[in-house]
């Protein structure tokens, strides 16, 4: 892995490419996330799909921004596709810990008649 980062932005034209060192994992990582990757002269362009909307292209970056650092990328997200997920108002209730145990089958009577 190289020391430089590996930059993920919105361009001028409102589109989300990758600059910067990607090496096969990372390009992994980033199809994951739904980019997509199209050779070119000069290397690979990788960008987000068009038209999916600015919510779903934040979404999607921020989600590879945090793959990539979870795998040791240096990774410079621009801070426009920074997503805050909604704030949840109260947490779903914890379910309780069961064990679980074999049952008989509905067909066999629970117990054996006495001689």
Do not use: N
Not at 10 to 32: C, K, T, Y
Not at 72 to 85: F, K, M, S
Request: aromatic share 6%; charged share 25%; proline share 9%.
């Amino acid at each position: 892995m190289s020391d430089a980062a590996i930059r993920i932005t919105r361009g001028l034209g409102g589109e989300v490419d990758v600059d910067g060192p990607v090496d096969a994992f990372a390009a992994s990582i980033l199809a994951r996330a739904g980019f997509d990757t199209y050779p070119m002269l000069r290397g690979v362009w990788i960008r987000l799909p068009f038209d999916r909307g600015r919510r779903w292209e934040s979404e999607h970056a921020t989600w590879a921004a945090e793959m990539l650092t979870a795998a040791r990328y240096t990774v410079d997200l621009d801070p426009d596709l920074r997503h805050a997920p909604a704030a949840a108002s109260t947490p779903p209730p914890r379910r309780a810990k069961t064990v679980m145990t074999a049952q008989s089958s509905s067909a066999e009577p629970t117990q054996r008649p006495r001689r």
